[in-house]
């Protein structure tokens, strides 16, 4: 189905309770990067779209974390949510951050995974996104330093060929995107009951990263998956989705 101009999958079993799941995958990325475990949550409806710019929704992307963040509130307002629960990947993870600082009252949950309250970038990466040719030769290394040191060849090749076939620039941009997000003053004002989830063994958004968060904002958890890398959410599929589990129980049985 299409909401606000995006692609979105769209997962509602019969008696779904509680407030809708939004999943907002990463730069470069597209929803795919949520696994089907997360996706058809039972009992849960489940919104997984792809950002302006990516996978199967038009373009262009946008310039800033703040613009991405309207479109995800475009997309509630399309499908008339007055509030929900948002997990956010990597540069989703700043995605939803803004929204629950800029519109607390349309976030009832969080779940931040493998990302932070500042998302410095290294040049290596922003130089290598620049140009497809960049792209083609670095695409390698920065699979490496993607995923922990379990992950099998099967999930860093389809990473890999994901990256490449984005749009020219879409990359790039993104990741300029997250090398200006910075949070970092404000973090501690969210109010969202929070679920943080980061892998052991991330390089990009490490688990001090995590730490911070679940030190900063009111009442957090913090979730670290042994072994997994910055793709956490495909790395550890189960163990990533029965977390997300936890918060929204954890919702339920509040007053």
Known sequence: MNAAGLFCADSAPPGAAGPPLVLVHGAGGTHRHW??????LPGRRVLAFDLPGHGASPGP??????????????????????????????????IAMTLALEAPSRVAGLALVGTGAKLR???????????PAALAASAGTMCDYAFGPLA????????TEGLLAGAPG?????FGACD????????????????????????????KYAELLRDRIPGARLELVPGA????????????????????ASLAASP
């Open 180 to 207: 200006a997000f910075d949070v970092m003053a404000r973090v501690g004002e969210i109010r969202a009951p929070t679920l943080v989830v980061c892998g052991s063994e991330d390089r990009l958004t490490p688990p």
């Open 229 to 248: 890398g910055h793709m956490v959410t495909v790395e550890a599929p189960a163990r990533v989705a029965g977390a997300i589990e936890a918060l929204l």
């Open 152 to 159: 099998g060849a099967s999930l860093r090749q389809e990473f």
């Open 35 to 40: 696994p089907e475990e997360v996706r058809a």
């Open 61 to 94: 992307s946008l310039a800033s974390i703040g613009a991405y963040a309207r479109s995800v509130l475009a997309v509630l307002d399309a499908l008339e949510i007055a509030s929900a629960v948002l997990a956010g990947h990597s540069m989703g993870g700043a």
């Open 170 to 174: 879409v990359a790039h941009g993104d």
């Open 121 to 131: 970038v290294s040049r290596f990466v922003l130089d290598a996104t620049a140009d």
